[in-house]
Structures are given as C-alpha cells and as structure tokens.
C-alpha cells in the first residue's frame, strides 16, 4: 500500500533552520551527487540526477564537510500542487534528522510558492511516514496505487 499525505499552509508545518541545506546545481555538486549514489547503492545513476537538474527538477541537499549528508526534491504535478519527493539519507547518518529537516526544507519551498505540498510513500517505510507526522502533515489516502488514484488527475 501507499500513503498519501498533504499539509496546505505553511502555519500548519512545523519548521526548524538547517543553514547546511542547499539547492544543487549539476556542474556545481556534480562529485557530491555520484558519490552519495555510490556510497547508498541508488539504482538510478548519476545521469539521471543531472537529467533532472537540467530539466527543473529542482533537488537539495543537506550538506557537512563536502558530504551529501541527504537529498530530496520537488515534483511539479499541476499549477496547485508540488511533492516532496525522493528523500534519501546516507546509510551512515541515518536516525539524525536529516530526512526531517530536508522535508522541512523542501515543504517550506512549495508552501512559499504558494502551492499546496503533497507527499507519499510506502506502507513498509515507517521512517518516512513519522517524519510526514511530525512535521504537521495530515493523511489523505491509502491506495494500491497512488498514480492511478490520485496522481492521474493532475
């Protein structure tokens, strides 16, 4: 099963600042990227992290001793409603709040943008789930499939 959730205020999510999130550019962070990938064993390669970059995906990372710590990113569904999506932290920092604060981080952004923020994940990822609670996101779906269900309409 996937989960689905929503926050569509910026007052409704709880925030804190992390002065070592940044937003990547491709040519900038380029070996920060690949060797984050390398390092977590992520199947998709380097080519499409820049890929993404190039055509306005827009991802951040949060960022100590010139070390992608973690990463996430946003998706643009429609004019109304933006995802945070992707958020990977390194193995080795994991259980540090990194996967919160790039949320956090990510949310934040859409909210300023006056979109409403959506996010999902699977069942089995409690992590990810926690984090999407505790930030002040509410639950709107469970579904086999969330592409079908609710992301077709956008």
């Known amino acids: ?4 959730y929503r926050i569509s205020n910026v007052e409704k999510l709880i925030t804190f600042s992390n002065d070592d999130i940044v937003w990547l550019s491709a040519k900038k962070h380029h070996v920060m990227i690949k060797e984050f ?9 380097i080519s499409v992290f820049d890929e993404c970059l190039e055509n306005g995906i827009n991802y951040c990372a949060l960022i100590k001793d010139k070390k992608i710590l ?5 998706e643009r569904y429609s004019d109304l409603i ?7 932290v390194h193995q080795a920092h994991r259980g540090n709040g990194y996967g919160k604060a790039i949320t956090s981080f990510i949310s934040n952004y859409i909210l300023v943008n ?7 994940t699977r069942e089995n990822n409690l992590a990810m789930r926690k984090i ?15 592409k079908n269900d609710y992301y077709s309409q956008f």
């Open 70 to 74: 973690a990463m996430g990113c946003v």
């Open 114 to 120: 006056g979109r409403s923020v959506t996010g999902y």
């Open 1 to 4: 099963m996937e989960y689905l």
């Open 37 to 45: 990938i390398d390092a977590n064993d992520i199947i998709t390669g």
């Open 82 to 88: 933006w995802e945070v999506a992707d958020i990977k």
């Open 132 to 146: 999407f609670t505790n930030l002040g996101f509410e639950l709107i779906l469970v579904s086999k499939n969330l």
